[in-house]
């Protein structure tokens, strides 16, 4: 029997005593997302006939020749949309994975190292492949 | 980084079984989280089984029935018993749902209840909803208008207009759907969760409000609504029929409809 009985043997520390409707309203909102969000449903809805086209466009282009395939990409038509279906793609991509990265690390120095890493590598990988469809296509 | 099991304090064990009578014909088992904060142990399953012919016909009369004659230590949340203050919301046979509302004869086999997933448990069948109520509180959740109100008080608003609020003004912010979001499970702190979101769309389609702007930005944010992936779990598992994705999905199109 302790001198106080009312008291646990150890008493636990509080870290957070801020009250639920100052955790709740958090920083306030952030004005923003909205663009985010139009952005992933126009780049999903641009990339089903931009896929459709760029499937048929490979299978229509069997057998031909290296030569017949960059005259094919030298043509207006088939360098634009094959730039729209690359940026795209690597857009939605990034989206994609950004969604996947802000709902399951909760982390802030893993989030922001994987944002980052997510952007730069979408970035870059979208770019090699718009350079050289250029470099064919011009 | 990863954790595959709960940790060793939060793992579930077996717990006591309580047998009916021996006379009892229609015997049901109740298999139902316990966990007491008082006493160091591990949250267990109790195992009830009550003879069905002396028992009423939904859970919560099970639930009452166990606490009046067979363990009166049972803790849970009940009021109207008639699915209107949304106080008896747990977890019945893997889905949320309000006791009071759930026939026994819906659920095949035993019956397993545990508290609504991914809140914090205070005791036995009692999850923590300070911070679902607090993010309530946070979309200011009443008339917010500059125009003064007319000299009889009575702010006008036509059938038309008030049918705009159906589907939206009777939710009894039971947390069923909210405790049944995986988004609101991994990101319970700033995304808001179906009850509220529906709630806040409740008050932007009120036509006396006039601070539509302002909720709308409020709302804005890729935490609070933008964690919203559609999933449905909110809409499939509401006791009282309403479609809170629809709400959300409403919200985002006006958000949207500002920048056209």
Redesign the interface.
């Known amino acids: 029997m302790t001198d106080k009985p009312d008291r646990p043997a150890v008493t636990p520390h509080v870290a957070v005593l801020a ?3 100052k ?4 920083l ?7 663009g ?3 952005a992933e449903r126009l780049t999903s809805v641009a990339l089903v006939p931009l896929t459709l086209w760029f499937i048929a466009s490979i299978i229509s282009l069997e057998g031909t020749s290296r030569a017949g395939v960059i005259a094919w990409l030298q043509a207006p038509v088939p360098l634009v949309l094959m730039l729209c279906m690359i940026v795209a793609t690597f857009w939605h991509m990034e989206q994609g994975l950004r ?1 996947v990265i ?3 690390l ?1 982390n802030d120095v893993m989030r922001m190292t994987m944002l980052l890493l997510n952007r730069g590598v979408c970035a870059i990988a979208g770019l090699l492949c718009v350079v050289s469809v250029l470099r064919l296509g011009l | 980084m990863v954790a595959l099991r709960l940790p060793a304090n939060s793992r579930i064990k077996q717990g006591q079984t309580y047998k009916a009578s021996a006379h009892a014909k229609r015997v049901r088992k109740f298999h139902i989280y316990r966990w007491n904060p008082d006493d160091g142990a591990n949250p267990r399953t109790d195992t009830y089984e009550l003879d069905l012919d002396a028992c009423g016909p939904m859970v919560l009369d099970a639930l009452i029935k166990i606490k009046n004659e067979v363990d009166s230590t049972l803790t849970f949340r009940r009021s109207c018993r008639e699915g209107i203050c949304g106080s008896c919301a747990m977890s019945i046979d893997g889905v949320n749902t309000l006791a009071c509302l759930k026939p026994i004869g819906d659920v095949r086999g035993a019956v397993r209840i545990t508290p609504l997933p991914h809140m914090a448990v205070v005791k036995d069948l009692v999850p923590d909803l300070s911070q679902a109520f607090a993010q309530y509180r946070s979309i200011e959740p009443w008339l917010k208008a500059d125009t003064p109100p007319p000299p009889n008080g009575e702010r006008l608003q036509s059938r038309e207009e008030r049918a705009q609020i159906d589907g939206l003004w009777e939710c009894i912010l039971c947390f069923c759907c909210t405790a049944g979001c995986p988004s609101y499970w991994w990101n319970g702190d700033r995304f808001l969760g179906p009850a509220i979101l529906l709630q806040a769309h409740r008050w932007i389609v009120e036509s006396r409000d006039e601070a539509t702007g302002e909720r709308l930005e409020a709302l804005h944010d890729p935490f609070k609504l933008y964690r919203c992936h559609t999933i449905m779990n909110c809409t499939n598992t509401c006791p009282k029929g309403l479609n809170p994705a629809k709400a959300i999905g409403a919200i985002k199109r006006l958000i949207v409809e500002r920048q056209v």
Do not use: E, M
């Open positions: 009250s639920p409707l955790r709740a309203r958090g306030g909102s952030a004005r923003s997302g909205s985010a969000w139009w969604v802000d709902d399951y909760r």
